[in-house]
C-alpha cells in the first residue's frame, strides 16, 4: 500500500495515508490486474465509469461538478502515461471536497 501513498503524494504532498487505504480497500480485486487498476484518461467510456461509480455512487456527486472534477484530475495528471486508478480516485474526491467523507 505505501507504493499507492508515494503515487498520491506526487500530487498531494499531504495525503492522508488513512485515506488513501479505504479506497484501496474500495477498489479491491481491481487492484490486482495492471489494466483495471489504470485509468485511461482517453477513453470516454472509462471516464463515465469514473463518474457513475466513484462520483455519484460512492461520494454522491453527479452533473457537471463531477465532470469538472475529473477534467481537472486529468489535467493534473496528464504528464503521468499510467494513470493509478487509487490517485486518480484520490484526486476527484480532492477536487469534489469528499476526502473527509471517505
Known sequence: MTDYLADVQKYDSGADEAIVNKIVRHLGIALRNRDSSLVSASDPKELERVKEKWCEKKLGISGADADS??????????????????????????????LHTL
Do not use: E, P
Not at 493534473?76 to 476527484?92: E, H, N, W
Open 69 to 98: 472534477a475529473i477534467d481537472a484530475t486529468v489535467k493534473a495528471m496528464s504528464a503521468d502515461r499510467s494513470k493509478s486508478r487509487v490517485t486518480f480516485y484520490y484526486l476527484v474526491a480532492k477536487n469534489l471536497g469528499k
